[in-house]
């Protein structure tokens, strides 16, 4: 998958391998799809979160949180890992205006670090920080991980 991401961003990427993609589609909190400058629609992962669920409580809010950042923007973004177990590429996201995504998502309440695959201590304590404010998701009592949710839905 990142090798076709890798051809289809041909002459895009910067001397420190960043790609620039329009967002035209959020499929969730922490997915969206982008298209690269020669028109080729890659469905991309955002690192160091993991958001609710679609059917999920605050699923829908954290989609369109995700959408109010980045829907029909131009982002830059940055592979992080090749692909996951879906073949989507994860990859750090900033908006046009140099905000990190992951960061944003955080500080918002919408979504979890996701700690099993990244120790950023930043985004540790934005979540900490979201918490301890019950910021977003934070406001239920018992706020359910979507890595719970989806084994329960099994």
């Known amino acids: 998958m990142l090798m076709a991401l890798f051809a289809a961003c041909k002459n895009q990427p910067t001397d420190n391998g960043v790609y620039y993609v329009k967002v035209v589609s959020v499929v969730d909190g922490d997915t969206f799809h982008g298209l690269t400058s020669d028109g080729k629609d890659v469905k991309f992962r955002i690192y160091g979160i993991d958001a609710p ?3 999920q409580a605050y699923g829908q809010q954290s989609t369109q949180h ?3 950042l980045i829907l ?3 982002v830059k973004i940055k592979v992080q890992t090749k692909s996951d177990r879906y073949g989507r590429p994860v990859v750090w996201v900033y908006t046009p205006d140099g905000h990190d995504v992951t960061a944003e998502m955080l500080r ?3 979504a979890w670090h996701y700690s099993k695959y990244d120790s950023t201590a930043e985004y540790a304590e934005l979540e900490r920080d979201a918490r ?3 910021t977003g998701l934070w406001r239920d009592r018992n706020p359910v991980a979507p890595w719970n ?6």
């Open 72 to 74: 029909n923007r131009r």
């Open 132 to 134: 301890k404010s019950r």
């Open 66 to 68: 995700l959408s109010n």
């Open 149 to 154: 949710f989806k084994s329960r839905q099994r």
């Open 108 to 110: 918002a309440g919408m």
């Open 53 to 55: 669920e679609k059917k």
